[in-house]
């Protein structure tokens, strides 16, 4: 669990997105004949069935697991406990939908719309989210190893006690993230915007952040043991002071830590 005493990202939950909205329910025969019309939009490529929006629905712990839903609405939808494994859910719609505990393992998410979107404690193992905008969503304790992030809007998201080993994250914006207790061992983050962001007991072993921008990044009991930091834009030497790095550490040239400083 996080400690929440420890200090978060000013820019992180900045936002509100407004749940205000009363869930609709829907009748199992209902929600089939809306899904089955989708897959034909889908399918005929715009030209017949209807696209479903299913905006403010309650779909709590609902199966869609490889089902085509590209585009498809589902903003502020309470998707506790769904399950979308392996589903096609490109360019969807899901600002400010809550989806604590879902599934959307190997799911294809590419430019979706996620803004303030509530993932937590959700298995999202090598899902595809590739430049997705997924400002301010709350991703806390998920699994997203080996998850593609590549080019995504992540400005201000909690990925606090979250898991993003393995995970694609080059080119991301990090702005102001908050990386509590999260594990980043061996990603991507090469060319990532990292401005503002808080590393708390983050752990970026072997993780690759060759030209990621770091400006006013704090960093504490944070690991870079086997880090790969060569080319990092606006790191000091006072950010890294109480970091923790090995021999295989590669800090930028520029960069000499200290005698004694570390770990």
């Known amino acids: 669990m996080v400690n929440s005493t420890q200090p978060h990202s000013p820019f992180a939950g900045s936002i509100h997105f407004s749940n205000d909205a009363r869930l609709r329910s829907i009748a199992p025969e209902k929600l089939a004949r809306v899904l089955e019309a ?4 889908v399918e005929s490529e715009q030209r017949s069935g209807k696209r479903a929006n299913l905006d403010s629905t309650d779909l709590t712990g609902k199966t869609f697991a490889g089902m085509k839903l590209w585009h498809i609405r589902l903003q502020r939808a309470n998707l506790a406990g769904a399950d979308f494994t392996g589903a096609d859910l490109r360019r ?20 979706g719309r996620l803004s303030g979107i509530k993932l937590t404690d959700a298995d999202c193992r ?3 989210l590739a430049e997705v ?8 304790n998920s699994d997203f190893r080996d998850a593609d992030f590549h080019d995504a809007d992540m400005s201000g998201v909690v990925l606090d006690g979250a898991d993003l080993s393995g995970a ?3 080119g991301a914006n990090l ?11 061996g990603a991507d983050l090469r060319d990532a915007q990292m401005g503002g962001a808080m590393f708390t007991r983050t752990s ?5 952040l060759r030209g990621a921008y770091l400006r006013v990044a704090k960093f504490h009991c944070t690991d870079l043991s086997g880090a790969d930091l060569r080319g990092v834009r606006e790191l000091t030497i006072e950010q890294i002071r109480l970091t923790i790095r090995d021999a295989d550490t590669r800090l930028p040239h520029d960069l000499i830590a200290e005698p ?3 770990h």
Request: proline share 2%; hydrophobic share 40%.
């Open 92 to 111: 969807a719609i899901l600002i400010g939908a809550s989806m604590p505990g879902g599934r959307l393992t190997a799911a294809d998410l590419t430019r």
């Open 38 to 41: 989708h897959e034909l939009y």
């Open 133 to 140: 905008d997924i400002e301010f969503g709350i991703l806390a």
């Open 260 to 262: 004694g400083d570390g």
């Open 126 to 128: 090598g899902a595809c």
């Open 204 to 208: 970026f072993k072997g993780a690759d």
């Open 168 to 170: 694609n994250l080059r």
């Open 175 to 185: 702005r102001g993230a908050s990386f509590q207790g999260t594990h980043l061992c």
